[in-house]
C-alpha cells in the first residue's frame, strides 16, 4: 500500500482544514487507516484512526474537533480539522495497517505515507 497525504498549509486559530490521503494498492477497504502528527521537538502521536469496519478512534486532544471519514471508493481517507489550535501545529502523517490494534495500541502501522506540515498561528 502507498499512501499520499496532503491538504496542509498554514491558517489561523480557529480556522478549520481537510486532510486527503489517497491509497494506492489492493484490498484499501480492508485496511485500517489513521493519521497521526509529530510537532517539533515531540514524539510522534496518534491523532485518530478508522477500522475497516468504520470503528473511529479519537485522540482526546482532537475529540469534538476532528473528524475521521474513509471512501473506499476512492480509496481516500479524511481528516476534517475544525477549531485549530497552535498546538495542532505539526507535520501529519497517514499510515495503514491490517490490524486496527497494531495502530491504535502499538502506534506502528506498517505503511506510512509521507508527511503534509500543518500549522496554525494564533
Known amino acids: 500500500v502507498q499512501l499520499q497525504a496532503s491538504g496542509g498549509g498554514l491558517v489561523q486559530a480557529g480556522d478549520s482544514l481537510r486532510l486527503f490521503c489517497a491509497a494506492s494498492?489492493?484490498?484499501?477497504?480492508?485496511?485500517?487507516l489513521a493519521w497521526f502528527r509529530q510537532a517539533p521537538g515531540k514524539e510522534r502521536e496518534l491523532v485518530a484512526a478508522v477500522s475497516s469496519g468504520g470503528y473511529i478512534h479519537y485522540a482526546d486532544s482532537v475529540t469534538g474537533r476532528f473528524t475521521i471519514s474513509r471512501d473506499n471508493a476512492k480509496n481516500t481517507v479524511y481528516l476534517q480539522m475544525n477549531s485549530l489550535k497552535p498546538d495542532d501545529t505539526a507535520i501529519y502523517y497517514c499510515a495503514a495497517d491490517l490490524a486496527f490494534g497494531n495502530i491504535v495500541y502499538r502506534n506502528t502501522p506498517d505503511y506510512w505515507g509521507q508527511g503534509t506540515q500543518v500549522t496554525v498561528s494564533s
Open positions: 494498492g489492493r484490498i484499501f477497504s480492508s485496511y485500517a
